[in-house]
């Protein structure tokens, strides 16, 4: 892409945060912050990313996966005065950022949160009635995800989340990010551990 288009771009984005209803239904894939994708930072930047005292987390995952195992990751982000909130997940395979393994919403999420498919990588995110908080500093998702079966490949999850104030405007909203590894198991599940407040990679 040229200079000139990533500029177009990146002004039709801004434009599109400014029509009604932003994206309370979800940002469009490929913004969650990961191999070289940009996260919502990208259209609402007049924040610092990861600034406290908010905080992003993803729990469920252990750090070693056995294949084919289900596991139900757990988004969590705080952050007090927050009138909307909004997240984006994806799971791929970190030597050439393919998609690893599926993405699935739970029975307990089917409501709220999206699954959408780009270039073969699969993307959660809420859509507008997952936007909406219940607790004014503390939203929660969650996204099954089903681990790759065969090979012994490290996997990536990379989340990017908003903490917004609700005037589908730009500014004064919060993004902050995640990332969580994993590899296969040789032998037995592994317990459960939980990332946050990591840089985008």
């Not at 084919?68 to 005065?81: A, D, F, M, N």
Request: proline letters at 5%; one cysteine or more.
């Amino acid at each position: 892409m040229t200079l000139a288009a990533a500029f177009l771009a990146a002004g039709m984005r801004l434009v599109a945060s400014h029509e009604p209803n932003g994206y309370a239904d979800g940002a469009p894939p490929g913004f969650s912050g990961g191999f070289r994708e940009e996260s919502c930072h990208a259209c609402h930047f007049h924040e610092t990313v990861n600034a406290a005292p908010g905080r992003l987390a993803i729990e469920g995952l252990p750090e070693k996966f056995t294949p084919g195992q289900r596991y139900t990751l757990t988004i969590t982000l705080t952050r007090e005065g927050m009138k909307r909130a909004g997240f984006q997940l994806a799971a791929r395979f970190i030597d050439n950022g393919t998609q690893a393994g599926t993405l699935m919403v739970g029975a307990n999420d089917a409501r709220r949160v999206k699954l959408e498919n780009q270039g073969g990588v699969l993307y959660a995110g809420q859509n507008k009635t997952g936007s909406e908080i219940t607790d004014g500093g503390k939203m929660q998702w969650s996204v099954d995800w089903i681990a790759p079966v065969g090979g012994r490949r490290a996997v990536r999850i990379n989340v990017a989340a908003n903490a917004a104030d609700g005037d589908e405007r730009v500014d004064g909203d919060f993004i902050y990010t995640a990332v969580l590894d994993t590899s296969p198991a040789l032998a037995g599940p592994a317990s459960g551990r939980a990332a946050s407040e990591a840089g985008p990679r």
